[in-house]
């Protein structure tokens, strides 16, 4: 059963954006939270931005402030993150998860997609 399912990924220029998307179903629809992660080749994965699904709070890495949002619609069980002036270094997986609380710890999330690949080229 298909849970989240990111896309949006590919490859961009240094300064460039990308739209991410990831659509929500079956029993992750009653999460009350949602977030992004990424993981960098050899790094561990870290956490980009999170929000409430009902409401409430939305949190960012240090890394992400500024330059990535983090948006929801509720009609469409979908979540979004927009990356703008992206880096090199921005360059990962990046996955959407699902849990019952906004949280920054991977661990603290139920459901995860299988991640879409961000490749930015300077």
């Known amino acids: 059963q298909v849970q989240l399912v990111e896309s949006g990924g590919g490859l961009v220029q240094a300064g460039g954006s990308l739209r991410l998307s990831c659509v929500v179903s079956?029993?992750?629809?009653?999460?009350?939270?949602m977030g992004w992660f990424r993981q960098a080749p050899g790094k561990e994965r870290e956490f980009v931005a999170a929000?409430?699904?009902?409401?409430?709070?939305?949190y960012y890495a240090d890394v992400a402030q500024g330059r990535f949002t983090i948006s929801r619609e509720n009609a469409k069980n979908t979540l979004y993150l927009q990356m703008n002036s992206l880096k090199p270094e921005d360059t990962a997986v990046y996955y959407c998860?699902?849990?019952?609380?906004?949280?920054?710890?991977?661990?603290?999330?139920?459901?995860w997609g299988q991640g879409t690949q961000v490749t930015v080229s300077s």
């Open positions: 929000l409430s699904w009902v409401g409430g709070g939305i």
């Open positions: 079956g029993g992750a629809l009653r999460s009350s939270a």
């Open positions: 998860a699902a849990g019952p609380n906004v949280s920054g710890y991977d661990a603290h999330y139920d459901f």
